[in-house]
């Protein structure tokens, strides 16, 4: 069912077929919930963007099982047909694609943590005397037949349905939140950082550390702000001690008496700027941190938040995680996903057997090519993934090449493709930028600098490791959307909710007594995750699950 706003708060909708043809009258309603309500039976709905959408039927209390969202799948198609990924999505930019007509930019997002308001600017406009319902349904018809033209119609059109599915868990996972105790936070922040003073002053135990690294440098040196890297290289030169930056490492390297103060400063100042009571007071609210997420936020497809840093929780600051009474966090983590995404995608036999077992992947590999050295195993596989081809990382790879050739030979090509300025796809389909867009590897590095002996400039040697990685994290979160869309099928019904997800990692909030069948559901989810996305291989995606009251409880369950 295709379901468009008429603006005045009322919606027209109309049946569609699965190639997306309109299959019924147009009727109308006066709201969106109204639509919903009375077409009960509808299996999937056609609008313009879930993230527009969905939040309204939430909050009255409607859920809907599948979804079709236009301005994602067309995101994913640009990128896909034209290798322009980054690209106007709206409806009205891909109304105008159609058309051959100027294509109008997207919005400007909205501010992290903002909500919308009033004086927000609502969707991208359609050309006057367009039709909004007949735009959506001509819209949503050619992609279907945009998707059926490729070389695996099947994959990109299953990516599409995913991507999609995505945008329902990440508005549903806001609105569910996760739970957080205000009070363990500032407790927690108290012990850690002191005394807290009014007026923006820092903390009384930064305000100690930052006065221990001052005296450090003596009376001479004067006052240093240890929050500034500027002031800290300074302070060091004066003495005598060149630093290239004031990372952590390259501190350790160093023995001084400000070095120690220094980095627990470093670490407290984080946890003070990036989930001290600012944020406290910005992001949870009646007991919930409900994190904006964003479907892939990231080229690879990974997923990323609007501000609140909902992916990067210290380990310290998940004390304040706590189930609801009666409620436990059921914590999943996914067992060397990346090496076992490779196995499947490149359907190299014996990693795709290594893979095949619940057991430690690494372990697996060293038995069949490295003598039992795990170790050597891990540095090998990483190397092969992430690029690193020098010194050991070259050896690690030649003795993973004569055992796995299948699986090198694939994330080479990709290495080769990046270096040349080609494409490179997931196994569904999703596209990475062309070389003309700055990847998150290149930043900074020169675009046209001189070429070595093998043709290849520093930017596209860079480029060759970003696409090494992303034929393999990409592939990884496309897998992770369709275990999260089986997750999501698997407990409807319970009361249990999905309340956290990033790339390797989900947490489900569900009573006590539910607890158990979550497990199970998890393990299901993987399972059928797999057999959809890359067909009957033997490879197991297993997870290490922990049922824990305290998200920080979870590492120490698991390993226990």
């Given at each position: 069912?295709a379901?468009?706003e008429t ?20 009727a ?5 919930a ?5 077409h ?9 963007s879930t993230?527009?959408?969905y939040p ?14 236009v301005e ?11 290798g322009q990924?980054?690209?106007?999505r709206?409806?009205?930019a891909a109304?105008?694609r ?8 997207d ?17 991208v406009?359609?050309?006057p005397?367009t039709?909004?319902?007949e ?16 070389e ?9 349905a ?9 508005a549903?996972?806001h ?6 105790r ?15 003073f ?30 500034l ?25 160093i ?12 670490k ?10 600012s944020w ?23 997923w ?9 929780i210290p380990?310290?600051?998940r004390?304040a ?12 983590d ?8 490779l ?7 014996g ?11 690494y ?8 003598a ?7 540095m090998?596989?990483l190397?092969a ?11 690690h790879?030649?003795?993973?090449r ?12 990709a290495?080769?493709?990046?270096e ?5 796809r ?7 930028p ?24 520093p930017?596209?040697r860079?480029?060759g ?15 992770a ?8 099928q ?31 559901a ?16 033997p ?15 979870a ?6």
């Amino acid at each position: 069912m295709a379901v468009a706003e008429t603006g005045d708060g009322g919606v027209r909708l109309r049946a569609v077929d699965l190639l997306g043809r309109p299959a019924g009258p147009v009727a109308s309603a006066g709201s969106l919930a109204e639509a919903v309500r009375s077409h009960p039976h509808v299996e999937r709905w056609v609008w313009r963007s879930t993230a527009r959408h969905y939040p309204q039927l939430l909050e009255a209390g409607l859920r809907v099982e599948r979804c079709y969202d236009v301005e994602a799948a067309e995101s994913l198609l640009v990128g896909h047909e034209e290798g322009q990924s980054g690209q106007p999505r709206s409806l009205a930019a891909a109304w105008a694609r159609l058309r051959g007509l100027p294509v109008p930019a997207d919005p400007p997002p909205r501010a992290a943590g903002g909500q919308p308001s009033l004086f927000e600017p609502g969707p991208v406009p359609l050309p006057p005397g367009t039709d909004p319902l007949e735009a959506l349904i001509e819209v949503h018809a050619a992609q279907i037949a945009r998707a059926g033209a490729g070389e695996h119609p099947g994959r990109i059109l299953l990516l599409l349905a995913l991507e999609s599915a995505g945008t329902l868990i990440a508005a549903e996972m806001h609105r569910a939140g996760l739970p957080w105790r205000a009070d363990v936070h500032r407790a927690l922040l108290d012990e850690l950082l002191g005394e807290h003073f009014p007026g923006g002053l820092e903390p009384r135990r930064l305000a100690e550390l930052a006065e221990a690294v001052s005296s450090a440098f003596g009376e001479a040196g004067g006052r240093v702000r240890p929050d500034l890297p500027a002031d800290i290289i300074r302070a060091f030169a004066r003495q005598g001690i060149p630093l290239s930056s004031t990372r952590a490492w390259e501190l350790k390297t160093i023995d001084h008496p400000a070095v120690e103060p220094l980095l627990q400063y470093k670490k407290l100042y984080r946890l003070h700027t990036a989930h001290g009571r600012s944020w406290l007071q910005t992001w949870v609210r009646e007991g919930r941190f409900r994190a904006e997420y964003v479907p892939s936020g990231s080229v690879s497809g990974r997923w990323t938040t609007n501000g609140g840093g909902a992916l990067q929780i210290p380990r310290v600051v998940r004390r304040a995680v706590v189930a609801d009474p009666g409620w436990r966090l059921v914590v999943a983590d996914a067992d060397q996903m990346e090496p076992r995404i490779l196995a499947a995608v490149s359907r190299d036999p014996g990693l795709m057997e290594a893979a095949g077992g619940e057991r430690d992947l690494y372990a697996a590999l060293s038995d069949r090519a490295f003598a039992g050295d795990r170790e050597r195993a891990k540095m090998a596989m990483l190397g092969a993934i992430y690029g690193q081809t020098s010194g050991d990382g070259l050896k690690h790879l030649a003795d993973l090449r004569r055992r796995f050739p299948a699986a090198v030979a694939l994330v080479d090509e990709a290495a080769r493709a990046g270096e040349e300025g080609r494409l490179v796809r997931t196994w569904l389909g999703r596209t990475c930028p062309p070389s003309s867009t700055a990847l998150p590897e290149e930043a900074g590095l020169p675009q046209a600098a001189e070429q070595d002996g093998y043709g290849s400039t520093p930017a596209g040697r860079a480029r060759g490791r970003f696409t090494r990685n992303f034929v393999v994290q990409g592939s990884a979160a496309d897998w992770a959307l369709a275990m999260l869309a089986a997750l999501r099928q698997e407990l409807a019904g319970l009361r249990a909710e999905l309340v956290f997800f990033q790339h390797d990692e989900v947490i489900v909030h569900c009573p006590d007594a539910e607890a158990a069948v979550v497990r199970e559901a998890i393990r299901t989810a993987s399972a059928r995750a797999a057999r959809v996305v890359f067909g009957e291989t033997p490879v197991l995606f297993p997870f290490t699950t922990a049922v824990v009251e305290c998200y920080a409880e979870a590492k120490a369950e698991a390993t226990a």
